[in-house]
């Protein structure tokens, strides 16, 4: 089942349980009651204000059902995730399986990650009218662990293709860099839940390896689909919009409901995540040679609609 992405931005909020609900409360005053949310509907819940409050039982059904709780800083990037210790009746096999999985199978999948990232990214590009065959070559040249990080050298070509030689991206910045920090946030709450949900370990990753970082394999299956919320910022800087209000992260969570071309067909993103994650389980395992991804360059490579923001957002 997809889920709702749900977010709390504003402040003096308190979250808590009752019979199934997610229950937001207004702290001031009579303590109104805002909204309810089922359980059983949700995705994620990102954390993205100041004075928030929950309760010890809420987050144990949220951590129960897999959904992550997402702490977000100042300028909009995740600084924490709340993940469950379970997320698959064959865990702890899986996670043997990842952790006895061979260095070759490792660089082999990271190969066929940053082909897919530098597919996806040249087909944002093709969408918006931008020059796409630099990044189309490079995905043809990956080889097994990507030893010429054509992954890096892609991105210096692609940032200033996308939006232009003056922009760069900076995880510090306001305007689209902040627009961009949020997306990705949505966009990792998303990919966390569906590797826990593989059964995988989310800090025993492909390629990233810093020793503070975490969530070092959802940082790296998430990269194929980074090009669709930086699709969906081109589309609303088009629109005039460029900065992060209540209408635009609605816009960049919508990118998770939206349909990318796979072998089997249109595929919600989501739903794409969670094939990707649990192929790669099965990889480990020795029942599949090669991880699921999405294709580019279809369906998938079309501009993103956007829903209608209004001017007071």
């Given at each position: ?42 995705a994620a819940v990102i ?54 999985a061979s260095q070759p ?199 993103p609609a956007l829903p ?6």
């Open positions: 089942m997809i889920g709702r992405i749900v977010e709390v931005a504003d402040d003096s909020r308190h979250l808590s349980l009752y019979r199934g609900f997610m229950i937001v409360q207004d702290t001031n005053g009579a303590r109104p009651e805002l909204g309810r949310i089922p359980l059983d509907d949700i954390a993205n204000a100041h004075g928030l409050s929950y309760t010890n039982n809420l987050l144990v059904a949220l951590a129960e059902r897999g959904a992550p709780l997402v702490l977000c800083a100042a300028n909009h990037n995740a600084v924490g995730m709340l993940l469950p210790i379970s997320g698959n009746f064959e865990q702890a096999k899986r996670i043997e399986a990842q952790i006895a199978t490792h660089k082999r999948m990271w190969a066929a990650v940053v082909r897919a990232k530098l597919e996806q990214q040249g087909a944002a590009l093709k969408a918006v009218g931008a020059p796409h065959a630099p990044l189309t070559a490079l995905a043809a040249k990956v080889k097994s662990g990507d030893p010429e990080n054509l992954e890096a050298q892609g991105a210096r070509r692609y940032w200033g293709l996308l939006f232009g030689e003056a922009f760069r991206r900076d995880r510090e910045a306001e305007g689209l860099n902040a627009m961009l920090n949020y997306g990705y946030t949505v966009m990792r709450s998303a990919t966390a839940r569906a590797v826990i949900a593989a059964g995988l370990h989310p800090s025993i990753g492909l390629h990233h390896s810093h020793d503070n970082n975490a969530m070092r394999l959802v940082d790296d299956l998430m990269e194929p689909f980074r090009p669709l919320i930086d699709l969906k910022v081109w589309a609303l800087q088009r629109d005039g919009k460029v900065e992060v209000t209540p209408g635009t992260k609605r816009a960049l969570v919508l990118t998770l409901y939206e349909d990318m071309q796979t072998a089997s067909g249109l595929t919600p993103v989501m739903v794409c995540m969670q094939k990707l994650a649990t192929s790669l389980a099965q990889v480990y395992l020795g029942e599949k040679s090669k991880v699921e991804l999405p294709i580019a360059g279809l369906a998938g490579c079309l501009l209608e923001v209004s001017q007071d957002d």
